[in-house]
């Protein structure tokens, strides 16, 4: 187990419990916002971007404490044990280290392990390069391409959400097309595929490609429930598991790249 962070006292580290997710993201959010309030940007970006679990532990001489603890495929891992060995960046820890302790909820270690795996990487669709945009959209898909990489895909899962949301309302706005005040991304869409002129003009195999389209409003539809039930968006007990995570990212990106290359401008 690689350490990045220790406090005082024995370096022995025996997990023994995980506090329920529940618990840990409002713990995390405090901190995160606690960090980023006394200037430390860096620091929450590295708490927020990376999928740290907190667990209670104890040692050889019976001693309890906590554990912001961190399971990373190889590659993540031996860049975490570079940045050790180079003594590089390492002061962010104990940031967030310091984050945690005047928020009254003392952290003696911040460590990573290697998560072990027979399972093969999971490709993924690269984020799209949009032409219609916007701020939210552009921060959005970033934070989910940090994420993802940096971590896993139930950690993105949000934010990939959120551009999905935030792209046809810039297109909207663009076209001069009129929604509710609070729209959905079903409505949005469905608005999009009926009124925007980039749709209308007859295109080789139409018929069949409006089936597809009514298809993927289908699953347009059930993303809302996946992003509020499943993902890390609210304090959900449980998440949906890593390749049904970047099934729902890449088919996001996939649609953002169909959307993109139809709307020209």
Partial sequence: ???LYSGSGSQEIDLVRQVPPSEWGILQRKVNRFLRDSGDRAA????????FQLWSGTNGFG????????????????EFEKQVDEKRGLHVYREIAGGFEKLNHPVRFIAVDVEITDDEEIET????????????????????ALL?????????????????????????????????????ITELFKILRERHPAFHRPVPGGPDVERILRA????V???????????????NERLLEEPEAMLVVNTVRTLLHYFNSRIRS
């Fill in 1 to 3: 187990m690689l350490r």
């Fill in 216 to 219: 993927m409003a289908t699953i």
């Fill in 125 to 144: 669709v690269s984020p799209p390069n949009l032409k219609i945009t916007s701020a939210v959209v552009e921060r959005a898909l970033t934070d989910a």
């Fill in 44 to 51: 929450a970006s590295v708490l927020q971007s990376n999928a």
């Fill in 63 to 78: 001693d309890d404490f906590e554990v912001l603890y961190l399971r990373a495929n190889t590659k993540k891992c031996l």
């Fill in 148 to 184: 993802i990489d940096n971590s896993d895909a139930i950690s993105g899962l949000d934010r990939v959400h959120t551009a999905l949301h935030g792209y046809p309302k810039a297109v909207c706005q663009k076209a001069g097309l009129a929604f509710s005040d609070d729209p959905t």
């Fill in 221 to 235: 539809d059930a993303l809302n429930p996946l992003r509020n039930r499943g993902s890390l968006a609210l304090a």
